[in-house]
């Protein structure tokens, strides 16, 4: 076996990357080791493109193995691995979110990326999934715009103190104020989550400096990495529609664009005047590229929806950049045959949520790769059916996106949900998309926070959330757009969702389609949020 092995101190302990001949069919491959648990990142791109299609075709896959944990795990009857955990299909999203914004977008070759737990003890291994994907993709020949760096910033209630990457054991949740991972690169972050018990917006700020600083120390391990393994990455010429193409989408479409653009919510003229662009174009170029000519028009909308909002303080439905879209909210009123429900309305968003209470024994039992058995007493589920954005499709499970969205919702109502010997009941959350408009996630806690108190849980405060975006053309010339919908939401910066009550922060989510946003502008965010929540 040929391997090679790099290490740095991290916050107390030994992390270390591991490059071996193991996995030696991939683009890049690396081990990544911290304390005793250990996470294989592997990375393949597919040697072909895939004519036609209108993305970049990126998968990752977190895959837990039982013998991870040194046991053996599973039900009576199958002692093998099934469907992924909702925990692994979170941490998978994780990855994700970090990894995809680094990509060009005009790739159009399959890339996989899969991390594989190979040994799991008292260290947590989604930082180091990060980390491992990082390297992986790093020292490989796919296009890719890292490194980038993982941490975990934890504090236990009552103490000044965070806590880098704390163990298991170190970081019980029930003594916890906040949870957070952040990942970024050069000072900037690019992907954040969090779970906290109503901290002030100016700690959280705190623990973004905290972070930039670790995110550094593992940025530069591994550009010297990187210098000595790295590969030339493969090129990829992005094609653009031809001058005599461009010529008519200026003569047809480019005056019918801020009429289409400024209609109103939705983004319904957006989406009509494409498809007017792209029947005239086929008319007219028949041996043209339709997905250049899609392409093309969506680069364009996106230039304008930047421009007037930094430039005009101009919004696609004509709202001011910190005004909230009209609400409505509703408990109860549907059958008593149900414990609590809430409506609620921002915009063009609807949410109902449904409360079920049931007894202690309905606890939902989790059984974790560290052999620790979790009660769970408190849920929300989150549904979006294909109705909800006005679409067709099958009915029934959950996919990835579901299954974050509840995690986010859960996360951020749990902080006020009563202590058990308060109220020892079972807790059941279910929250229906109904329309879909710009953050379905925020628009489920408020519904939650409804039903919690329609069907009388004495929650200790309501939590509501949501949604910032950001359009940015440099980090001095920008714009924070509140309670973003529609064209924002498809075409911004950033999605950045804070969840809270009127003493502080519960719950944060963030992804960007750029690199990465610099924490001045977080900072400024988090104020603009904790405003409209409140």
């Given amino acids: 076996m040929q391997k090679k092995i790099y290490s740095c101190e991290w916050a107390g302990k030994t992390l270390s990357a591991e490059f071996t001949d193991l996995a030696d069919q991939t683009n890049g491959s690396v081990m990544i080791r911290y304390g005793a648990t250990v996470v294989l990142g592997t990375v393949v791109m597919s040697k072909h493109d895939k004519e036609g299609l209108e993305y970049f075709p990126l998968t990752v896959d977190y895959d837990e193995k039982f013998y991870a944990s040194g046991q053996i795990l599973g039900s009576q009857y199958v002692r093998r691995e099934g469907r992924p955990t909702e925990e692994a299909i979170l941490r998978g999203r994780i990855v994700d979110r970090t990894i995809r914004p680094l990509f060009p ?67 019980p949740d029930d003594e916890m104020d906040i949870e957070m991972i952040c990942c970024g690169k050069e000072g900037n972050i690019n992907m954040i989550e969090v779970g906290a018990k109503e901290i002030s917006e100016a700690d959280i700020a705190k623990a973004f400096d905290l972070a930039a600083t670790h995110l550094k120390v593992i940025e530069d391990f591994q550009h010297k990495i990187i210098a000595e393994l790295g590969k030339t990455k493969q090129e990829f010429v992005k094609e653009v529609l031809g001058k005599e193409e461009i010529a008519y989408f200026n003569e047809i479409i480019t005056p019918k664009i801020d009429a289409a653009v400024f209609s ?9 005047l494409k498809d007017e662009w792209l029947t005239l174009f086929a008319e007219k170029f028949p041996e043209g590229k339709r997905v250049l000519a899609e392409e093309h028009y969506e680069e364009i909308i996106n230039e304008v929806i930047h421009k007037e909002a930094i430039l005009n303080q101009r919004r696609a439905d004509g709202r001011g950049l910190d005004e909230v879209r009209p609400l409505f909210a509703q408990a109860g009123g549907i059958s008593e045959a149900l414990h609590g429900t809430g409506i609620f309305y921002r915009g063009g968003t609807h949410i109902f949520s449904a409360l079920t209470l049931g007894g ?34 099958r009915m029934g499970g959950t996919n990835r996106r579901m299954i974050g969205h509840g995690a986010l919702a859960e996360k951020a109502l749990r902080a006020v949900v009563p202590e058990r010997e308060v109220f020892p009941y079972t807790i059941r959350i279910v ?32 939590v509501a959330g949501i949604a910032s975006g950001l359009m940015m053309e440099t980090p001095e010339h920008y714009a924070l757009l509140t309670d973003i919908q529609g064209p924002e939401d498809h075409h911004g910066d950033m999605d950045f969702k804070v969840a809270g009550t009127t003493k502080g922060v519960t719950a944060i989510q963030m992804d960007v389609k750029v ?20």
């Fill in 515 to 534: 690199g990465g946003i610099p924490i001045p502008i977080l900072v400024e965010a988090l104020e603009k949020a904790r405003l409209a929540r409140l």
């Fill in 360 to 393: 202690p024994e309905d606890a939902m039992t989790l059984d974790t790769l560290i052999g620790v058995e979790k009660k769970r007493h408190f849920m929300l589920h989150y549904n979006f059916p294909p109705f909800s954005s006005g679409e067709t499709g």
């Fill in 264 to 272: 109103g919510p939705g983004g319904k003229e957006i989406n009509a």
């Fill in 431 to 462: 929250s229906e998309s109904m329309a879909s408009n710009g953050s379905t996630s925020m628009g489920s806690v408020c519904a939650g926070t409804l039903a919690l108190m329609d069907g009388g849980v004495p929650i200790t405060a309501p």
């Fill in 105 to 171: 977008s005009h790739i159009r070759r399959d890339v996989h990326v899969v991390i594989t737990t190979l040994a799991i003890d008292q260290d947590d291994p989604d930082v180091l999934a990060v980390l491992a994907a990082s390297l992986s993709l790093a020292i490989s020949n796919i296009p890719w715009n890292g490194p980038v760096g993982a941490v975990r910033i934890s504090r236990k209630s009552g103490s000044t103190d965070f806590e880098i990457n704390p163990t298991f054991s170190n970081r």
